[in-house]
């Protein structure tokens, strides 16, 4: 069995899979991918029918990588022969006291040069009967807003990192990181192996991964959930009907047209309890449900119908929920990403990132923001503001 590689990437979840994908793509072989659960399980963030993928964001750093995003999709799309990202269009809805400033939005868009519309309440309701609306809401529509469709996305980019040549080991959970030289001793399932380069994508498990280097990330870990609702108007909700959307204030609430069940989707942000991967159930919290519920009944009352299911998943999240993609000062040649619980639509971008760090030792993009040693994130007890 192989134990030397180029790079080894520890999780394989969303960013972790664009990770491997990437680099396999530069190195084939010569990458690693390791899983300390079984590939594609449900423990993380990273599994379910869907996530957002949007050019609409607060700051114009975030839309500008957005545009990179699409295409790092596109190149993952072309070389797996696969359509992936579906287009339904996209409305972030704001009332009048919203927590963020729309003009936040409207000002990154006009700055990256992002097409989009501005619309009242009543424009909305026009062209998507299927909203409730009071007069004080206005909305942006962009347009290339949609769907990326996470447990297809990981599937294509681990089917095609083995295609271009990297292994991948699942069930090995790591339980060392030695230095050796310039070049890394990783244990993980009872192996060792070696590598010039570590890359941790472990989501709320990272500081369980950089504990072994001497590093901590303040992180803040949740429970959170979605519920499917099996709507009776269900052609009304169909993609190419009904938008994504994104509720901009708190509680902050978010839905997706029907994909994947037979109903609409619906999930509060960073509604959920703190926990830690140990002591997360996967029961679903009845008062958060409830919240979400009784959003759908003010203003999306169609939308409501029988409960499909209801599934938890973890958010593990920086202090200002900005992301980590960088080298631990302490061991440039690990290298650590924290998605902050909203990257799953830039993680084949991170993924390529990744790779040119790697192998060509630093990347064209522009991941400054995105510091490990960043003020806040030095922080014993940070504050924390996590709208997005």
Known sequence: MKTNFHTIVLGLGGIGSGAVYWLSRRLGGE?????????????????DHSRIIRLSYHTP??????????????????????????????????PADATIPISDYTYSMDTAGVPYERLTAQEVMYRF???????????????????????????????M??????????????????????ELEITAGGVTYRAHNLVICAGAWTNHALAYVGWKIPLTVTQEQVSYLATPHLEDFMPDRFPIWIWMTEPCFYGFPAYGESGTKIAEDVGGEKCTPETRTFQPNETTYQRSMDFMEKYLPTGIGPLIYTKTCLYDMTPDRDFIIDRVPTQPNVMVASGAAHSFKFTSLIGRIFSEMSVDGKTQFNISPFRIDRPICMEENPETNFMV
């Open 31 to 47: 990458v690693l991918g390791l899983e300390q659960f079984e590939i594609g399980h449900v423990k993380g963030s990273s599994q």
């Open 61 to 94: 750093h975030y839309v500008e990588l957005a545009k990179h995003a699409y295409i790092a999709w596109r190149e993952l799309e072309r070389d797996a022969e696969e359509s992936l990202i579906v287009k339904t269009g996209g409305l972030d809805l704001s």
């Open 129 to 159: 009967p299927q909203w409730k609306l009071t007069d004080d809401i206005t909305a942006i529509y962009q347009s290339e807003s949609g769907i990326a469709p996470a447990a297809k996305c990981v599937a294509a980019h681990l089917r």
């Open 161 to 182: 990192a083995k295609v271009h040549g990297a292994e991948l080991r699942d069930n090995a959970p790591i339980t060392a990181i030695n230095p050796v030289g310039d």
